[in-house]
């Protein structure tokens, strides 16, 4: 079991930066890999990023490639999501996800074990 605590929304210009941080409790979360999913108002779902249980093999959707780095940093039990380059179409509810296993099972693929609450970005045109 893992629980998931999203931090770091907020309201930013088009072109600014917010990095999301994850607080993750729980045993498993050492060996779980890790993402960021998002929803827009009267969209469906997307995965934004993955990345396995070691940090390594990380996934971007192509709509956030070159402009957001996710990572992790296993001794804090903290993921983060550097957005940079904001654009107002990345208005959403960010989600931290786990998966229980170690890898996501390929780029952009597969469901999350786990969900936080979500935490509301919004970028001003």
């Known amino acids: 079991q893992v629980q998931l605590v999203e931090s770091g929304g907020g309201l930013v210009q088009a072109g600014g930066s917010l990095r999301l941080s994850c607080a993750a409790s729980?045993?498993?979360?050492?060996?779980?890999?890790m993402g960021w999913f998002r929803q827009a108002p009267g969209k469906e779902r997307e995965i934004v990023a993955t990345i396995d249980w070691r940090g390594f093999d990380p996934y971007y959707a192509d709509f956030v490639k070159g402009r957001f780095t996710i990572s992790r940093d296993n001794a804090k039990s903290t993921v983060y999501l550097q957005m940079n380059s904001l654009k107002s179409e990345d208005t959403a509810v960010y989600f931290c996800?786990?998966?229980?296993?170690?890898?996501?099972?390929?780029?952009?693929?597969?469901?999350?074990?786990?969900w936080g609450q979500g935490t509301q970005v919004t970028v001003s045109s």
């Open positions: 729980g045993r498993t979360f050492r060996s779980s890999a």
């Open positions: 996800v786990a998966k229980e296993t170690l890898r996501w099972p390929g780029p952009g693929l597969g469901e999350a074990d786990f």
